[in-house]
């Protein structure tokens, strides 16, 4: 698997995998795949780009937009 700029190596994912919500046993949906959510989350960061301009692997930008906004609004 060749890792691409702004995204979680194994070993990182291996360590905060239990931290984000959307896992069974949460309240509310569950996260289609959590691991994509966060390299999209960590490449809007970095990049300081617009959610739109998220390529399409990382799924449908409003959908990842919309759960980092529940995310983070649970944060606080």
């Known amino acids: 698997l060749m890792i691409r700029r702004h995204e979680l190596t194994d ?3 291996t360590r905060i995998e239990p931290l984000p919500p959307g896992r069974a046993g949460d309240p509310g949906g569950l996260g289609a795949d ?6 999209a ?6 990049a300081g ?4 301009d998220l390529p399409k692997r990382s799924g449908n930008w ?5 759960r980092f906004n529940r995310w983070s ?3 606080y």
């Open 11 to 13: 070993e990182e994912w």
């Open 34 to 39: 959590n691991r994509l959510f966060v390299d």
């Open 41 to 46: 989350v960590i490449r809007i960061a970095h």
């Open 49 to 52: 780009a617009p959610w739109r």
């Open 62 to 66: 409003n959908s990842v937009f919309s």
């Open 73 to 75: 609004r649970r944060a």
